[in-house]
């Protein structure tokens, strides 16, 4: 299987800043890197698709990228509404493998 | 608008099967790929399998043999059963439409418990 290795596991921050959150593969993906946004009670929300692409409806401060094994999702000026888990998704490869999540909160 | 609902019991005891209904509305469970997904308590995310417009199915194999899914056109329903449940079986489980990723149930939490 894929490892998709997340990190940080928390990250706390303040209103405002500018936050990174990074997925190293085990193996080649490509592009096949999706980043998902989950909020207590709610079910995950689509941010990034093809690893660089916002989905539809997601704010522009969102951004996603790659840099060989590695795929970031980035906040630019994090707002309260951010404040998550984030998750990300390799579909290049069944079994599909999530990493471990990302809890974002206010510092 | 594409809206999917997870139904089922949400307590099933250790040994026994889990049984779930993903309804799907404003989209055809013919066309595409229908998934399901669990989360664990603590948070781990793991994708189970999925089901394809053709009726085709694929599992993860950390399952093995104790998933099924299957679907109903008519309904336009597809379904999760798990055998041989265990307590380490207890966590929510949301269907999603697949591949995409885009649509998602709202998740029903399952505990597995005596």
């Known amino acids: 299987d894929i490892q998709m290795t997340q990190s940080p596991s928390s990250l706390p921050a303040s209103l405002g800043d500018r936050v990174t959150i990074t997925c190293r593969a085990s193996q080649d993906i490509g592009n096949y890197l999706r980043w998902f946004q989950q909020k207590p009670g709610k079910s995950p929300r689509l941010m990034i698709y093809?690893?660089?692409n916002l989905a539809a409806g997601v704010p522009s401060r969102f951004s996603g990228s790659r840099s060989g094994s590695d795929y970031s999702l980035t906040i630019n000026s994090l707002e309260s509404e951010d404040m998550a888990i984030y998750y990300c998704?390799?579909?290049?490869?069944?079994?599909?493998?999530f990493g471990s999540g990302t809890k974002l909160e206010i510092k | 608008e594409v809206q999917l609902q997870e139904s089922g019991p949400g307590l099933v005891k250790p040994s026994q099967s889990l049984s779930l209904t993903c309804s799907v509305t404003?989209?055809?469970?013919?066309?595409?790929?229908w998934g399901w997904i669990r989360k664990f308590p603590g948070n781990k995310m793991e994708w189970m399998g999925y089901i394809s417009y053709s009726g085709s199915t694929s599992y993860n194999p950390s399952l093995k043999s104790r998933i099924s899914i299957t679907r109903d056109t008519s309904k336009n329903q597809f379904f999760l059963q798990l055998n041989s449940v265990t307590t380490e079986d207890t966590a929510t489980y949301y269907c999603?439409?697949?591949?995409?990723?885009?649509?998602w149930g709202q998740g029903v939490m399952v505990t597995v418990s005596s």
């Open positions: 093809g690893a660089t």
């Open positions: 999603a439409r697949q591949y995409y990723f885009d649509y």
């Open positions: 404003g989209y055809s469970i013919t066309s595409n790929y």
């Open positions: 998704l390799q579909h290049n490869e069944y079994p599909l493998t």
